[in-house]
């Protein structure tokens, strides 16, 4: 049995600290968080003052129509990530047809791409830089690259209720931990409060036994796929009288109502009901294990970390 040491200053246990460890109050952070931050960019995007979508400038080098032949995305990554089930992907892809309707020249991640970031280790770093952190990690005497990856396997949690999250920079397909819902003899045992946060948690504990430092950006209640990013204007623009090209307010609040549209029709029909999940709805982390991931990640790409 693996024994893993809590650090006091893990981030991911003072939510679950402050939620008394209960897995409904989690759910509910999860929950209050993606809604504020909806409404937040929602008012945002369809304010008369917004400027227009903020364009990835690296992503728009490396691929659409501004491609860069020869241009090398200078940023490498060193992460640990879980792969949708194939029901998710193939909800993934329905909600980008959707959005392709009213955003042609939106960016859309490839299905093999697609990946929930369970610990970013490090980012922004040079090849030499996480080489070292790789090769720390490979040399680990507590817990090896197979151990991480493993994990969730003697530790399954759950995400439920899909729902698209939104900014001027990009979308993603957000989840909640479950609570419980639509287990059938599930007892109230530990494993009925473990959650998605947990697993963070432990994987984030896990990798800093290795010796390697944990440089995370991402510890709030968030747990999302990037499904789309922007990387130019194109379809949201309006030539004026005098020739100059401004953002077109009526085709942002299309998308905006798309978006809308979308996550009523989720919530119908993906979500907890009658004691029952549609397929695609519901989606158990790392099933088949995590994936450790180095290099140019930022895209769903990058290098197996080996795990022998």
Avoid at 181 to 195: K, L, P, R, W
Wanted: charged fraction near 25%; aromatic fraction near 8%; include cysteine.
């Amino acid at each position: 049995m693996m024994s893993i040491r809590l650090s006091e200053d893990n981030p991911f246990q003072s939510l679950i600290a402050e939620a008394n460890n209960d897995s409904a109050i989690l759910q509910s952070r999860y929950e209050s968080h993606r809604v504020a931050r909806n409404s937040q960019q929602s008012a945002k995007i369809l304010a008369d003052s917004f400027p227009g979508w903020s364009i990835d400038e690296i992503l728009k080098r490396l691929d659409g129509p501004a491609k860069e032949d020869g241009f090398v995305d200078p940023r490498n990554c060193l992460v640990i990530w879980a792969r949708p089930s194939p029901q998710v992907r193939d909800l993934i892809c329905f909600i980008q047809n959707e959005l392709k309707s009213i955003s042609p020249a939106l960016w859309l991640m490839p299905p093999e791409n697609l990946h929930i970031t369970v610990l970013e280790v490090a980012h922004s770093q040079t090849e030499e830089q996480i080489e070292k952190l790789v090769q720390a990690l490979l040399s680990s005497k507590d817990f090896t690259p197979a151990d991480i990856a493993a994990y969730p396997r003697s530790h399954p949690t759950r995400l439920i209720k899909p729902m698209i999250g939104f900014d001027s920079a990009a979308l993603a397909l957000g989840f909640v931990p479950a609570a419980g819902e639509c287990v059938e003899g599930e007892s109230s045992s530990d494993n009925q409060h473990y959650t998605y946060h947990h697993l963070r948690r432990d994987v984030f504990d896990m990798v800093r036994q290795t010796k390697v430092p944990v440089a995370s950006r991402y510890i709030v209640p968030s747990a999302h796929l990037t499904i789309a990013r922007f990387i130019s204007q194109d379809g949201f623009l309006v030539r004026g009288s005098d020739g100059a090209e401004t953002v077109d307010h009526s085709r942002v609040k299309l998308l905006i109502d798309k978006i809308d549209e979308i996550n009523q029709k989720l919530e119908n029909e993906y979500w907890p009901k009658e004691g029952a999940i549609r397929e695609g709805g519901e989606w158990i982390v790392g099933q088949e294990g995590l994936v450790i991931r180095r290099g140019r990640v930022w895209y769903g790409g990058g290098e197996y970390v080996p795990l022998e």
